[in-house]
């Protein structure tokens, strides 16, 4: 299977990513909400746990409402991106050790790992989005540690520009 073909089935199966940005930034948004009414620590676990459902609800939007399947096999690019979930183990490992020194950090160097990861995506599916999507969270948190913004607020600041950015893909992908 040829680069270009990869990416295409990557695009097809998985709805140019569109639906995994959607869960993705319903988490990051429920994890603000719970930073912000109950404490820190419960917004990272919201955020953590919550994670961990973005790939199995995403497969299931994606097969319920846009009547997708799988990649074909061997498509080596949906074993990059799985790979690349390793940067997100170790970027909230990092974040939750730091957050012992300084808790403010948490969700500002999560967001920094989470645009890292973007940026593989544009390998994965072809498409120089992903590429304004990691830098546009990059920046995000790169500003929130700069001007020390609250937790809350960076957490609801990533999930809106993913919710934001998940439209610009799901809504031309429905017609």
Not at 10 to 37: D, P
Not at 58 to 72: C, F, K, N, P, T
Not at 126 to 133: C, Q
Request: charge should be positive.
């Amino acid at each position: 299977m040829h680069l270009r073909e990869a990416q295409r089935d990557m695009r097809r199966a998985y709805v140019n990513g569109g639906v995994g940005i959607f869960v993705s930034g319903l988490v990051w948004v429920i994890a603000g909400a719970v930073t912000f009414y109950v404490d820190l620590f419960s917004g990272m676990a919201a955020l953590f746990f919550g994670g961990m459902l973005i790939h199995p609800l995403s497969l299931l939007l994606a097969r319920r409402v846009y009547h997708r399947g799988r990649a074909r096999a061997p498509n080596p690019l949906e074993m990059l991106a799985l790979q690349s979930a390793a940067f997100l183990i170790i970027g909230l490992a990092i974040a939750y050790l730091v957050s012992g020194t300084y808790s403010d950090w948490f969700f500002a160097i999560a967001l920094l790992t989470v645009g890292a990861r973007y940026l593989v995506f544009q390998t994965v599916y072809g498409m120089r989005f992903y590429l304004i999507l990691g830098a546009g969270l990059i920046a995000i948190a790169a500003a929130a540690l700069w001007f020390g913004m609250a937790p809350a607020f960076v957490a609801l600041a990533g999930g809106a520009t993913e919710l934001l950015c998940s439209a610009f893909i799901l809504v031309p992908a429905k017609r």
